[in-house]
């Protein structure tokens, strides 16, 4: 066991674990962040994705100890904000959510594309969210829903 | 008993590896799918791992004058993206880098990572084959730089020693202007090749002045061959024809595609000849 630190979703947290431990474990386990799900296990379908240090990562293809000192934000963390409710409220105008299992993903992709691109096209969108699979929508309306977020949060990426 | 270390500075990831003998760990993203188990639980690692993702040392890419050229130095733990960032890397290794994952994995994936694993199947490493790339190996001895189809022994196999870590990939300044990509597999993200295909080439009044062909998954190391490049290379563009019934016989040889999940023996070696074809009668033109 050791003490690993890091900044989860703004505020430092210390957790007691062995440092080969997955991530997406200690995050769903230890610190109760169950928007994080696990789909694949191996980093294919992007479910579990976080941002560390402002950009997108598979969580279950990652160790804790790889993580001491980093800046992690989860879906939890994205939807307390301002741009994670825009992203929230454009997928859901734009009925871009069905079964619902991918949608944490999405919504971190998202973040992460518009934070480096606040106004993509659509094939821009789609290379955004090209590690993220969804098994329900194909994709069509999970674009809209993207280009649909942009629009309300136009000021705030 | 498997430890997780994470050292501060490239010395100390050195001793760790002299010790205790540690598998390096960059991103992970081919080792902890290795390795995966059931969920909640540890990976089935058999072996210690050291973090080198982190240290600073094996960060950033330099671009020097050797003598000849620009010489391009890639630390051990640059990730794809940062590569994609950069304005001095050649176009063939961006477009192997852009095409081999979506943005989750080339954040934390890294090139030197891919190289170690020794692949047949990693797209990057195929375009590093054309590009003449040498691996930068450090240890208790001084640094020592070994080319990287002499670094790669076979699936999963290298001459990287237990006590030695490779600390950079270097690129010599590239002359062949002409470059065509294609990688053939189910899925443009994430998806593992059936197979790649990387050619480069410069052409003189006509005539061939240099090319590099090479195609990764379909024999137990990449596929270049430098004796039929040699051919190859002065043939006036309008005769390569009249060649190429030899020239594929000799690729024919150095061809031998297994049957796995991904894709099968005889649609492996059929495409790779129809990849090789198309370049010396298309793309060799420079369309691109």
Redesign the interface.
């Known amino acids: 066991m050791h003490e690993i630190q890091f900044t989860l979703n703004g505020s430092p947290v210390t957790v007691k674990a ?5 991530l ?2 200690v995050l769903r ?1 230890d610190l109760g962040m169950t928007g994080v799900k ?1 789909g694949c ?4 379908c ?1 479910a579990c ?1 976080i941002l ?1 240090n402002g ?4 969580s279950c ?3 804790v ?2 993580v ?1 000192g980093d800046d992690i934000l989860t879906p939890e963390g994205l939807s307390a904000g301002k741009r994670g409710k825009a992203i929230n409220e454009g997928y859901a105008q734009a009925g871009a959510v069905q079964c619902g299992i991918c949608m944490p993903g999405m919504a971190i ?1 998202t973040e ?1 594309l518009l934070r480096e691109n606040p106004t993509p096209n659509d094939h821009e969108i789609r ?2 969210i ?3 699979l969804c098994r329900c929508t194909g994709y069509d309306l999970i674009v809209k829903g993207v280009h649909r977020a942009a629009e309300l949060g136009k000021d705030l990426w | 008993m ?3 270390y ?1 050292p501060q500075t490239l010395e100390e990831a050195l001793q760790i590896r002299a010790e205790k003998h540690a598998t390096p ?1 960059a991103g ?2 081919d080792l ?2 290795r390795y ?1 188990n059931w ?2 639980t ?2 089935k ?1 058999s072996n210690s ?1 050291v ?1 080198v ?2 240290l600073p040392e094996l960060g950033g890419i330099g671009v020097s004058g050797n003598g000849v050229g620009p010489e391009i130095r890639i630390g051990a733990a640059v990730t794809y ?1 940062e590569l994609l960032a950069h304005p001095s890397i050649p176009e063939i290794l961006k477009r192997a880098s852009w095409e081999l ?5 080339r ?2 994936a890294t090139l030197v990572g891919n190289i170690c694993n020794a692949s047949p199947a990693a797209d990057a490493v195929c375009a590093l084959y054309v590009l003449d790339a040498e691996v930068e190996i450090s240890g208790p001895k001084e640094p020592r730089r070994v080319p990287l189809h002499e670094f790669i022994q076979g699936p999963g196999k290298t001459v990287l020693k237990n006590n030695e870590l490779v600390t950079a990939v270097y690129l010599p300044s590239s002359s062949l202007p002409i470059t065509a990509y294609h990688k053939v597999g189910t899925r ?3 998806a593992l090749s059936k197979l790649s295909f990387c050619g480069v080439a410069k052409l003189e009044s006509g005539s061939v002045a240099g090319v590099a062909i090479a195609v990764g998954a379909v024999a137990p190391t990449v596929v270049r061959s430098r004796e039929i490049e040699q051919r190859i290379t002065g043939l006036r563009l309008d005769d390569i024809e009249a060649s190429m019934a030899d020239i594929m016989a000799g690729y024919d040889e150095l061809i031998k595609p297994i049957d796995d999940q991904r894709s099968t023996a005889v649609y492996r070696k059929q495409t790779a000849h129809g990849l090789i074809e198309r370049f010396l009668r298309e793309e060799i033109r420079g369309a691109s």
Not at chain 1, 41 to 44: D, K, T, V
């Open positions: 062995n440092p080969l431990k997955r997406i474990d386990e696990e296990g191996e980093g294919e992007g994705s560390r950009k997108i990562v598979n293809i990652m160790l100890g790889m001491e992709a992460a290379v955004g090209s590690g993220n | 498997v430890e997780f994470r760990l992970g993203t902890l799918v995966r969920a909640g540890l990976p690692l791992v973090y993702g982190h993206s994952s979506a943005p989750g994995l954040n934390i443009r993200a994430n």
